[in-house]
């Protein structure tokens, strides 16, 4: 017999740490999904497809940002000590993720205004006076082009890895400690990208490419959750304890039915009939998707939480 | 540098929670939450039972990942006996350093910064113990520098069998208990 008793009750630690709450989830998820449309529309750009004006390129960076700055106002709520935000911009803190994060954004939010800037929408062309003039500037050279979408797919890359690193440098929440973290949120950001992008898609070239895409995306996905469980597996018995929460323990129904079928297997069979035009294309694969993204940044954050090397001393 | 740490004597203690009562009035710790707790283990095989009562607390580990994960530098190495602090106006409340403790010894302090044990600093500067030290009726806490080969700490690990919390998760703590 192993038996344990504490005295200690602190709220969001005791019985089990719940620091985080949806906050966290939804922020990773937008920021996933922006740094996948990020590296996709950049890649569009060095492609050339922005001379096409039906070109995802020419709208989806507004909607990316308007998606990044909803994230960060998830980011900042989940903050306790609200009023001392601004500490985060008087240091570089090289050991801290969350420290190269909160950098990052900074350097990504110029990328996507200048992505913007491309074709930017007739709203901000009234606001500002400017807009017209830097997007005549931008669009007078080729080179300019070539440069904004390099930067969108470098600060894509940076903002999707983050996102994963974040979690995965914490040692003692066994679950996120897995040295593929990061390629499982980036490939995941990337797929909702695509999916994204399949369904706001005016042009019908486009739209098959970016279902084509997502395939691949979804395939990468499931194989680097495979990864993942499997290095789990094979690691501490803390570790291995942490990956049983997915399989069969209180986060396995939501993982497999939510974010591995739903949101891989069913969308992937729909995407492949679409592709080979055996049926037509829907926004249904491209939400479950999309959904699927949603949950598995929620499943991940709440049962790494979860997580312990305590339990490890206690089956 | 000093690098403070803890032995407690597992034989010697009760459980009577006076450690956790000094610390909650010395710091002035919020009602509903602790920087030191009590916690009981119980292993074997009845009636072949073995008790183990430790008085638990922030490590004040040697590899802080606590330190590491902080985007501001609030969580910092203090300049005294290497002990792990956390700097309240610098503090974002982000909680990845309590997510980040796999002691789970920190917690939000209702103000919103992260709160934790601090081995008493303030008073160990003036000459004084850790308030939960100085309180326990049976003396069972020692406290010193784990670098001072003559301090009662640095004796004690050396002369009692003893072991450290969760020492797989490779943050080298540094309190000791003696069984």
Not at chain 1, 180 to 196: E, M, Q, R, Y
């Amino acid at each position: 017999m192993q038996e344990l008793t504490t005295t200690r009750h602190n709220p969001f630690i005791d019985p089990f740490t719940s620091v985080w709450g949806w906050e966290i989830p939804v922020y990773l998820f937008l920021g996933g999904l922006v740094a996948g449309l990020m590296i996709i529309t950049g890649y569009f750009i060095l492609k050339g497809k922005h001379k096409n004006p039906d070109s995802i390129v020419h709208y989806v960076p507004f909607l990316s940002i308007i998606f990044l700055t909803i994230g960060m106002f998830t980011l900042f709520l989940d903050l306790n000590h609200k009023l001392f935000v601004w500490r985060l911009y008087t240091t570089f803190q090289i050991t801290s993720p969350m420290s190269w994060g909160s950098w990052i954004l900074l350097l990504v939010y110029p990328a996507l205004i200048a992505n913007i800037l491309i074709d930017p929408p007739q709203i901000l062309i009234n606001t500002f006076n400017v807009v017209s003039k830097w997007s005549r500037v931008i669009n007078s050279k080729e080179s300019f082009m070539n440069n904004i979408g390099f930067l969108n797919i470098i600060f894509g890359i940076l903002l999707g890895v983050y996102t994963g690193v974040l979690l995965s440098t914490m040692g003692a929440r066994p679950l996120w400690n897995s040295s593929v973290l990061w390629l499982l949120f980036l490939v995941s950001g990337l797929s909702t990208a695509a999916a994204f992008g399949h369904m706001v898609a005016k042009d019908v070239d486009e739209r098959e490419f970016l279902a084509k895409s997502d395939n691949i995306f979804l395939i990468s996905e499931f194989v680097v959750i495979i990864l993942m469980l499997v290095g789990l597996m094979s690691s501490s018995q803390a570790h291995i304890q942490s990956a049983q929460l997915l399989l069969g323990g209180p986060f396995t129904a939501p993982f497999w039915v939510f974010v591995v079928g739903m949101g891989i297997i069913v969308p992937l069979f729909i995407q492949l009939l679409a592709v080979n035009h055996k049926i037509k294309h829907t926004p249904v694969a491209p939400l479950l998707v999309i959904t699927g993204g949603l949950v598995l940044r929620f499943v991940i954050v709440y049962a790494g939480q979860f997580s312990h090397y305590i339990n490890a001393h206690f089956q | 540098m000093a690098r403070f740490g803890m032995v407690i004597d597992t034989r010697k203690c009760v459980g009577c929670m006076d450690c956790v009562v000094a610390c909650k009035t010395e710091n002035n710790v919020p009602e509903g939450y602790n920087r030191d707790w009590i916690v009981t283990t119980v292993n074997g095989k009845y009636p072949t039972l073995n008790l183990e009562i430790q008085s638990q607390r922030c490590n004040h580990c040697d590899n802080t990942p606590c330190v590491a994960c902080c985007p501001t530098g609030a969580s910092h190495i203090h300049d005294v006996g290497a002990v792990v602090l956390v700097e309240h106006n610098m503090c974002i409340g982000c909680k990845a350093c309590l997510a980040a403790c796999p002691y789970d010894a920190r917690f939000i302090h209702p103000e919103g910064y992260a709160d934790k044990c601090t081995f008493c600093i303030h008073r160990v500067e003036k000459g004084e113990l850790p308030a939960c030290v100085a309180v326990c009726p049976t003396h069972c806490m020692s406290f010193g520098d784990l670098d001072d080969p003559e301090s009662d700490v640095s004796r004690l690990i050396v002369s009692r069998k003893n072991h450290q919390l969760l020492t797989e998760a490779g943050t080298s703590p540094r309190i000791y208990y003696l069984v």
